[in-house]
């Protein structure tokens, strides 16, 4: 009955037998439940048959509490100092001063908000906001065959990128699964700089280094995501603040949406991207790291006037929903390809080859099966994300993020929602989650961005 | 047209470990970058590190990467030892540089700030990138570094194992790391090259373990340059 420590069905009557019939009791004596797998094979067995023997239901005897550890944890690792490696971004002092909420981001230690959501978010939609994304992977790609190499790795085409502009990027596996995202900015003929997710980019570094091993591409993949620091800029006010902190025209003209420029920002050498995750006149700009702090300084003094605020992931989360840009591994997952997950418009399928080409091609000819689409809450409640969508009791698909906005004053988000159900407007039910005793609330599908669907605020 | 607001025309470069010194009440460069000069005694930490063992957050100082098929060749033709596995030391036109062969086709040359390094581009099959923010090099000085390393690093770093300018890839604290053994003298030491973001959390450690040898800080008097 209890595999990890050998209790059988004859050792729990001999208990019961000897007076341990108190469930609790019983599983002190004879350590069913407590061996390595803490009870995940045995837990009801162990009650049922129990039940059984003293002649009762598991509703009148209940169940054994669970508590933690829920995985077994070697001694060893409670023991001694906790040698759980921590890294800290060069403006990790800056937030402290700031009184941030921290999240933990794999070993990153990220402000996840500093006042409150409504705030920030106010912050970015009306004046300038600016948040820390130096934990973003770097990569810089050097040789005469690195814009090839990339349109091999990627579905879409990176050879053609002009030199000054960056492009986003999506990569798949094999299986043609998505499994990073993230920006190519061509700064040379043969120099690309690659951002990717967070925690991604050893994967990421690895897979390009294995399809380089033993190949006679001219390609050098470094590493630069230490090097870096990095900070957002985005809202209305943005350009006025980095126009006080270089030299270098700043205009729409001079630096448009999807310009990738190297200049000098509070005099410090920096590469500048013009991209915006959430949604607004944005600037990306990298520095050394050995700078970060300065940067910080010096961004913040020039926007005190023009209401900066920092913001956290709490806020970004919410402000990207508003654009419906997807996060890779929080609204894709291991079987998410880019077709069914509204990439389908970086797909070449025009290119000669590419990883995974083989595998979108099938899911091109047989038709999307499920889409990820957008969803605002028309109902009562904020469902969790993982909540099931449901039709007439059966499961349909699941939400992937919701969030409340306070700009558009209600909760919308994301979720995967079967092809033919992802039109505008199409009703849904959903569950509101774990622990709301199957409680559901309605929405209704939203395919274009809730917050400025044209781009216009992007590109200003 | 710019603007100048407050400090931004005076960069200022900082190291990772700014506010662990700032704690520790350092007395800063000369040259206004944000690494200790020492701890106000420097008397002090020298005896400490000649008997027990001192800490150093050595910089700032300029980091190459030299990578690729050709970067042997590249580094040997710019008249730049280049030796996998092994640190050597250059001096060309003035400074010190040392060229840590980190892997056969990989090398990071360490220098003083603003030093001139020969140019390495050209050659098909090099890149070369300014990575001086991207690591912390810490140097753990003293009689007591090698069994304070021990504790946290699993590499059998013996004398035999890694003799002087000998490198190695272990862990420290778990945190991936280039490791060379550096001694000042006849004072074994050993230098860390690690991402610059893990730089406090292995400051830390590296205290906490040295704590039973007697370790303490010690500012970069101690070091000098590169």
Not at chain 2, 115 to 135: C, E, H, I, R
Request: with cysteine.
């Amino acid at each position: 009955m209890c595999i990890c420590e050998d209790v059988t069905v004859k050792d729990v009557k001999q208990a019961v037998s000897e007076g341990f019939d108190n469930l609790e009791t019983l599983k002190r004596y004879s350590t069913v439940t407590m061996g390595p797998c803490q009870g995940k094979m045995c837990h009801s067995l162990s009650a049922r048959v129990h039940a059984a023997i003293t002649g009762q239901s598991v509703a009148t005897t209940g169940l054994t509490t669970a508590r933690p550890p829920f995985q077994p944890v070697p001694l060893a690792a409670l023991a001694g100092p906790h040698l759980a490696p921590v890294r800290q971004t060069a403006m990790h002092d800056r937030h402290s001063k700031l009184d941030a909420t921290w999240m933990d981001m794999g070993e990153w230690k990220r402000p996840l908000l500093y006042t409150s959501v409504g705030q920030e978010c106010k912050a970015v939609r009306e004046a300038v906001g600016v948040i820390d994304v130096s934990t973003l992977g770097k990569l810089e790609l050097r040789g005469a065959d690195a814009g090839a190499f990339l349109d091999w790795m990627h579905p879409n085409r990176f050879s053609d990128l002009r030199i000054g502009r960056v492009r986003y990027r999506a990569m798949c596996d094999d299986a043609g699964i998505v499994i990073d995202d993230g920006t190519v900015a061509r700064l040379g003929p043969d120099r690309f700089f690659l951002t990717t997710t967070t925690g991604t980019l050893d994967a990421v570094e690895q897979w390009f280094k294995w399809w380089l091993a033993g190949s006679s591409r001219d390609v050098q993949v470094i590493n630069v995501t230490s090097e870096y620091a990095a900070i957002n800029l985005a809202g209305p006010r943005a350009r006025d603040v980095i126009a006080r902190l270089t030299t270098m025209d700043v205009s729409s003209k001079a630096m448009p949406y999807l310009a990738a420029i190297e200049g000098e920002v509070a005099g410090v050498p920096a590469v500048i991207l013009r991209i915006g995750f959430v949604g607004e006149m944005g600037y990306e700009i990298h520095v050394p790291a050995d700078y970060g702090a300065h940067l910080w300084d010096a961004v913040f003094e020039a926007g005190r006037d023009l209401g900066i605020a920092a913001f956290g992931i709490e806020s970004q989360r919410v402000l990207r929903l508003e654009k419906l840009h997807l996060v890779v591994g929080q609204d894709t997952d291991a079987l998410s390809n880019p077709i069914e997950s509204g990439l389908d418009w970086l797909v070449k399928a025009d290119k000669p080859d590419f990883i995974g080409r083989d595998a979108l091609a099938v899911v091109q000819s047989r038709g999307r099966k499920n889409s990820l689409a957008g969803f605002e809450v028309t109902g009562a409640g904020v469902p969790a994300e993982g909540a099931a969508i449901v039709r007439n009791g059966q499961s349909i698909g699941r939400v992937t993020s919701c969030k409340w906005s306070p700009t558009l004053n209600k909760a919308i988000g994301m979720c995967w929602v079967p092809a033919e159900d992802a039109v505008n407007g199409r009703e849904l039910t959903i569950r509101l989650g774990v622990g709301t005793d199957g409680k559901t609330t309605t929405g209704k599908v939203q395919t274009r961005p809730f917050y400025d669907p044209e781009g216009a605020r992007l590109r200003m | 047209m710019t603007t100048t607001v407050g400090n931004a025309n005076r960069p200022v470069r900082s190291s990772p470990l700014e506010a662990v010194h700032a704690r520790l009440m350092a007395r800063w460069r000369a040259d206004g970058a944000r690494w200790p000069l020492d701890y106000g005694n420097p008397s002090a930490e020298a005896a400490a590190a000649q008997s027990a063992a001192g800490l150093i957050d050595r910089g700032p100082l300029d980091k190459l990467i030299v990578q690729g098929p050709g970067a042997a060749g590249a580094l040997r033709g710019a008249s730049l030892g280049f030796h996998p596995g092994r640190i050597s030391y250059a001096l060309i036109n003035g400074p010190k540089l040392q060229v840590w062969g980190v892997a056969p086709d990989e090398a990071i040359i360490l220098s003083a700030p603003g030093v001139k390094v020969p140019d390495l581009t050209g050659p098909q099959g090099v890149a070369v990138v300014n990575l001086s923010s991207s690591f912390s090099v810490l140097m753990l000085i003293g009689p007591d570094a090698r069994g304070i390393l021990a504790e946290l690093c699993p590499a059998d770093l013996g004398p035999v194992a890694v003799p002087d300018l000998q490198i190695v890839h272990t862990p420290v604290a778990n945190v991936r790391v280039t490791l060379a053994r550096q001694d000042m003298g006849a004072v074994p030491a050993f230098t860390v090259l690690a991402p610059r973001d893990y730089a406090s959390y292995l400051w830390e450690s590296v205290m906490h373990a040295g704590a039973p040898f007697g370790l303490v800080p010690v500012g970069n008097h101690l070091a000098g340059e590169a």
